[in-house]
């Protein structure tokens, strides 16, 4: 999200607020549960995917599955901000795509930061979208993500 300005010094516009660093601090409280009922439900959500298809269909990969919840129902509004090298021909790439790149990709980056790793347990394809205008996608030209 540093690429398009959304993570960093500045808080976002108002009226809204980062819940992050909120829930990070429950975290660091021992309070889990509260983190996850909190993170389930946002009024708005903002992240990326790991592939769509020419065809429309979204694919997320999550080690945790925290951010799936939310995207598949929970958030009030979903924006995600995808580059347009995610675009994938079927399904088959798109699994494809996150298996052999993106889970790769994701896991050197973690382990350069001293982290133990990344893998993919749990998989939210969506096909559509029942309530208008709750889901926003922007495609960028630019190679953002993984």
């Known amino acids: 999200m540093k690429e398009i300005g959304l993570v960093g010094d500045g808080a976002p516009p108002a009226p809204y607020r980062r819940l992050r660093p909120e829930l990070d601090r429950l975290a660091r409280r021992g309070l889990r549960d509260e983190k996850r009922r909190r993170g389930a439900s946002p009024d708005v ?29 929970g958030a009030g509004r979903v924006i995600w901000v ?21 889970v790769r990709r994701e896991d050197a980056r973690v382990r350069q930061l001293g982290g133990g790793g990344s893998v993919v347990n749990k998989l939210l394809v969506v096909f559509g979208e029942h309530q208008a205008h709750r889901v926003t996608i922007i495609l960028s030209r630019s190679r953002l993500g993984v």
């Open 82 to 102: 995808v580059g347009a090298q995610k675009i994938v021909r079927d399904l088959p790439e798109g699994l494809r795509r996150i298996r052999e790149f993106a």
């Open 45 to 73: 959500i903002v992240g990326s995917v790991h592939a769509i298809t020419e065809q429309g269909e979204v694919l997320i990969a999550s080690g945790s599955g925290s951010q799936l919840g939310p995207y598949g129902y």
